[in-house]
């Protein structure tokens, strides 16, 4: 008796075609997917840094563009052109940019022409001191044409350095300068299309969640420039008030100067109060007198880190000191002083977006 038929065609323990084809797969270990984004993460900061002439000028040109959007869409409301509030407000900027250097430029002019008197003072003060020291450890003193000629020397070494990094940084201003305007103009007209064009890579059940974190990241930095530039008036103001007390010359430029310095964090302060603590020191010949200004300096930086800053700036904006210093070493490492400037509203987005 034969078998059945089918007991032929169908081949026992032979895996279907199905199970034949079907992919296997390998799940790679998580070492793989962190070295891969470790890779991904070195190549991203190797192109910021060195493409920092296109990526700076854009960082700028964005940041300044928020700044401006409510006195462009106020002056839209207006029933102003859409060029015409854009040029008014880039205008703007300019003028005060404009009288801001040139107050700079008269003060340094004036200063400038103190310098030989206050080199003279500081030749003075330098052999006194020099001679108090040698007495008490007793060592040689060296005159003061010794160290004019090794600071020559050194001068001459290095020259060619600070030419060639002169250079560098006066062109990259002078592109900076150049380009920023435009972009700004370009992003402020087409800022309507900027937005479609970024939906069309967005899901549409994804778009509300999109525009919201555009909204917040517009409201956080429309909120630190101006907190920030209202801090800067507020400090100048006391700097100045605190310097004239003290009789310091120059104390309305000293003072407008380290307020603008301390919107590099933590730093700025400190540079911008050695300049005039070490000119007093060398119009007074008094330590204390000196000591005096950098204690101008750092009660008024203390007032506006703890009181000012939290009532003016936004609390959504407000980045704890070890993130701000965190991020302050990585701006400066990436892009240098730009970087450091760049570093609190950057991670202000960040931790929007996060």
């Not at 040698?134 to 020559?152: C, G, K, N, T």
């Not at 972009?183 to 069309?200: E, G, T």
């Not at 204390?288 to 009660?299: I, N, Q, T, Y």
């Amino acid at each position: 008796m034969l078998p059945p038929a089918n007991q032929f065609n169908t081949p026992r323990n032979v895996p279907s075609v199905a199970n034949m084809h079907a992919p296997t797969q390998v799940k790679q270990p998580p070492v793989v997917y962190f070295t891969m984004f470790l890779v991904g993460l070195s190549l991203f900061v190797f192109i910021l840094h060195k493409l920092d002439d296109l990526f700076l000028p854009l960082i700028y040109a964005i940041l300044l563009s928020l700044l401006l959007m409510p006195i462009v869409t106020r002056l839209e409301k207006w029933r102003w052109p859409r060029i015409l509030s854009i040029a008014t407000a880039i205008l703007l900027v300019f003028i005060g940019i404009l009288l801001l250097f040139g107050f700079f430029g008269t003060q340094i002019v004036g200063l400038r022409s103190e310098l030989p008197l206050i080199q003279e003072k500081l030749v003075v003060l330098f052999d006194q001191t020099q001679q108090q020291l040698a007495h008490r450890f007793h060592f040689q003193p060296m005159s003061h044409e010794q160290v004019i000629d090794s600071s020559l020397e050194a001068l001459q070494k290095q020259s060619s350095k600070y030419l060639g990094s002169t250079l560098n940084t006066t062109l990259g201003v002078l592109s900076t300068v150049t380009l920023v305007p435009i972009y700004i103009f370009c992003f402020l007209y087409y800022r309507d299309h900027l937005r479609q064009f970024m939906f069309r890579f967005v899901e549409p059940d994804k778009r509300t969640t999109v525009l919201h974190t555009v909204d917040n990241i517009q409201n956080v930095v429309q909120g630190y420039m101006t907190g920030l530039l209202t801090v800067i008036v507020v400090v100048s103001i006391m700097n100045a008030i605190g310097l004239l007390a003290l009789g310091v010359k120059y104390a309305i430029f000293f003072a407008i100067f380290a307020s603008v310095l301390a919107v590099i964090p933590y730093i700025g302060i400190i540079v911008g109060s050695i300049i005039p603590a070490l000119i007093t020191f060398v119009e007074t010949g008094s330590l204390v007198h000196g000591l005096a200004v950098v204690g101008v300096f750092m009660l008024v930086q203390f007032i506006s880190d703890n009181i000012l800053a939290p009532l003016i700036t936004a609390s959504k904006v407000s980045l704890n000191p070890l993130t701000a210093i965190i991020a302050l070493i990585l701006g400066a490492a990436l892009w240098g002083t730009p970087g450091m400037i760049l570093s609190v509203p950057l991670s202000a987005v960040i931790k929007v977006v996060l």
